[in-house]
């Protein structure tokens, strides 16, 4: 059966286990063929060509951006990407060729940095788009480079493997990239040949203004919906797991087996994504399945996401949260039977660009939960010049999520088990459908917060 297959970054660095778990597991001639692989760039690349995802600290992107050398940390790029290519060497790339090709796009590139940032030191042209572009630019370096170093190995190993880069680099079309999408694999037979695609993809929408850092899953399902495979298949460093085993042990959880896509929403809401919620929908829609596997252990099934899955018995399928949330009490105690107030305070949250996670009401209050990274100090400010009292306080989120578990007595023992762990709920809510309970504790009880829900539950 013909699938689409996205490899992220971390089992992408590992590309002695790719080949032996997914290329060649329990395949051989054409058994290897009819598969399109879509691939992230090598762990920590993307960092230094944007900025490190998890500390912010600056990679080239931002060198130009703030009118700084970027020549230099180019050169460094160049040296690093070497590096890397070395130690495949023993899988059988050719360090000459892949060494030329990295040389030869990162000038490319440079030449094409270098006209931006005269553009952009002009001042004739507005910031925001010679940026973006120049984001573009960089973030496709990365995909082009691993992209590159798969295809090389796999048909030095005497695989018939095909290269299409999406970056479309030399390609001055004004193509999207559902359009460039169709071309580029048009002419592919792919019975006859494994397929790597890079994970960028270059379209006039930009695919890094819309999606930023998600983008490789984007292209991964825009190709899904584009060839209709029987299946879509996610391979990560690990399972997608009915809690975090480095919380709670690996011991006391387990693959969740089967879900729905519903329930991959509610994880992304809470930052443990399955899939980037803006990649699921296509393939919601178009009535894909999607399986998430373990690169490291090949024989498991991992777990199938579907539109029409629903657990046979009530239970919680996964627990899981984050300690990376604040959230914002707003008080006044006009707001008792006053038409708007809400719709007064969702404009502001609109107007600064801020989305939330949560919200509970009572009489006088509202009280919002965002992520900490979208802290806006301008509309707190502005907040409190509408409000008679707002509070901040830096929290954590826990929860139940399952796509059968409304049953009586959930809510309350769960309570009771944060309760017997000495863990204060400061707030709690779920929607009427009942596919996630949400408990907000203080910051520090998180991770215990985690397993006592873990060991009632589950």
Request: net charge negative; proline share 2%.
């Amino acid at each position: 059966m013909l699938t689409v297959e996205k490899i992220g970054g971390t089992s992408m660095t590992a590309l002695g286990d790719v080949i032996k778990n997914i290329i060649q597991f329990e395949r051989s001639g054409e058994q290897l063929y009819n598969r399109i692989f879509v691939v992230s760039a090598f762990s920590g690349v993307t960092n230094l060509l944007l900025e490190n995802k998890k500390t912010g600290a600056p990679g080239v992107y931002h060198k130009l951006a703030s009118y700084k050398d970027f020549h230099t940390p180019l050169k460094q790029l160049i040296v690093r990407l070497k590096q890397i290519n070395k130690t495949y060497e023993s899988l059988g790339l050719n360090i000459a060729e892949a060494d030329k090709y990295i040389e030869t796009r990162i000038k490319d590139a440079q030449t094409y940095l270098e006209n931006l940032a005269n553009i952009l030191a002009s001042g004739y042209v507005g910031k925001e788009g010679i940026l973006q572009a120049a984001r573009e630019i960089l973030a496709s370096i990365g995909e082009s480079h691993s992209a590159f170093n798969f295809t090389n190995i796999l048909q030095n190993m005497g695989i018939n493997a095909t290269l299409v880069d999406l970056s479309g680099f030399h390609d001055h079309r004004a193509l999207t990239i559902d359009q460039r999408i169709k071309k580029d694999l048009a002419h592919i037979d792919f019975a006859k040949t494994i397929t790597i695609v890079t994970g960028y993809a270059k379209g006039t929408e930009g695919i890094m203004r819309e999606f930023d850092r998600g983008y490789s899953e984007v292209t991964f399902s825009k190709i899904a919906v584009a060839v209709k495979p029987q299946e879509a298949i996610i391979h990560k460093e690990y399972h997608l797991c009915t809690a975090d085993p480095q919380l709670v042990g690996v011991e006391n959880c387990s693959p969740v087996g089967n879900t729905n896509y519903d329930v991959a929403d509610q994880l992304a809401d809470v930052g443990m994504e399955a899939i980037h919620p803006k990649a699921s929908k296509p393939l919601e829609i178009n009535d894909i399945d999607l399986r998430i596997k373990n690169t490291f252990q090949p024989e498991h099934p991992g777990t199938l996401i579907t539109r029409e899955y629903i657990c046979d018995k009530k239970r919680v399928e996964v627990i899981t949260g984050t300690d990376r949330v604040i959230m914002i009490d707003i008080y006044d105690p006009s707001m008792v039977g006053n038409v708007g107030t809400d719709f007064h305070i969702m404009q502001l949250f609109y107007k600064f660009g801020v989305s939330y996670s949560f919200k509970a009401t009572s009489a006088n209050s509202i009280s919002i939960v965002i992520w900490e990274k979208d802290y806006n100090k301008k509309l707190i400010s502005e907040l409190e010049d509408n409000y008679e009292k707002v509070a901040v306080e830096k929290i954590a989120m826990v929860c139940l999520i399952g796509s059968n578990m409304d049953q009586p007595g959930l809510l309350a023992k769960s309570a009771t088990a944060l309760a017997q762990n000495g863990i204060n709920i400061k707030s709690c809510g779920f929607a009427l459908r009942m596919v996630n309970i949400q408990f907000l504790v203080a910051r520090e009880d998180f991770n215990e917060a985690i397993c006592a829900l873990n060991k009632a539950m589950c």
